[in-house]
């Protein structure tokens, strides 16, 4: 089992940009899908982006499409989130996740989680 730490979160203004980072421990990293979701006050955890193993593949909710990147460097055990143009409504704890198996969009999915970074974007 991967053990994951985010970290990068902070208050940003609305337009700002910020790149969150997880760091993985282990060897076998490069083996798994890797994702991040985000759970606002109130709300369940929401799927943001997911990327396959090797980076070929990614995916992003609809929300984020056209401003966020997920992107991920094996040799150094690592995840990203670049996140530009941001909203007022992107405010949440962000969280990455490795995935079980080679689906990639169910908070289910993934079997192993960081304890999250809190990303706020004021108006």
């Known amino acids: 089992q991967v053990q994951l730490v985010e970290s990068g979160g902070g208050l940003v203004q609305a337009g700002g940009s910020l790149r969150l980072s997880c760091a993985a421990s282990g060897r076998t990293f490069s083996s798994y899908g890797m994702g991040w979701f985000r759970q606002a006050p109130g709300k369940e955890r929401e799927f943001v982006a997911s990327?396959?193993?090797?980076?070929?593949?990614?995916y992003y909710a609809d929300s984020v499409k056209g401003r966020f990147t997920v992107s991920r460097d094996n040799a150094k055990n690592a995840l990203y989130l670049q996140m530009n143009s941001l909203k007022p409504e992107d405010t949440a704890v962000y969280y990455c996740a490795a995935a079980l198996g080679s689906s990639y969009y169910l908070p289910a999915d993934f079997g192993s989680w960081g304890q999250g970074t809190q990303v706020t974007v004021s108006s």
């Open positions: 990327i396959n193993w090797s980076g070929s593949r990614t």
